[in-house]
């Protein structure tokens, strides 16, 4: 069983910027391709982004040219920039494609002036 343990969300004003990370229980993400998924309030859970082993990144149409993901061996980061109200959520970390029963508790991001 691995959990995911995700920091650095916040209430940040719009155009700001926040750093995500998300760290394994196990204290490394092996060969999984790691992936930043987001679930605002009456939406579905969609992804942000991911990134392979090899460092390959994909991003969803309204995350690429804002957010940049990174990895190394102890954590995925998530780089937020020019933050938008409709970027508020609760931001989670998993593999990509998810495994379902390693969800952690996510963290709160809040855009607003």
């Known amino acids: 069983q691995v959990t995911f343990m995700e920091t650095g969300g916040g209430l940040v004003q719009p155009g700001g910027s926040l750093t995500l990370t998300c760290e394994s229980s196990?204290?490394?993400?092996?060969?999984?391709?790691m992936g930043w998924y987001r679930q605002a309030p009456g939406n579905r859970r969609e992804l942000v982004a991911s990134?392979?082993?090899?460092?390959t990144e994909k991003y969803s149409d309204f995350a690429r040219g804002r957010f940049t993901i990174s990895r190394d061996k102890l954590a995925v980061w998530l780089q937020m920039s020019s933050l938008k109200p409709e970027d508020t959520a609760v931001y989670y970390c998993?593999?990509?494609?998810?495994?379902?029963?390693?969800w952690g508790q996510g963290t709160q991001v809040t855009v607003s002036s």
């Open positions: 998993n593999t990509d494609p998810e495994t379902s029963s390693w």
């Open positions: 196990l204290g490394d993400f092996y060969r999984w391709r």
């Open positions: 990134i392979g082993p090899g460092h």
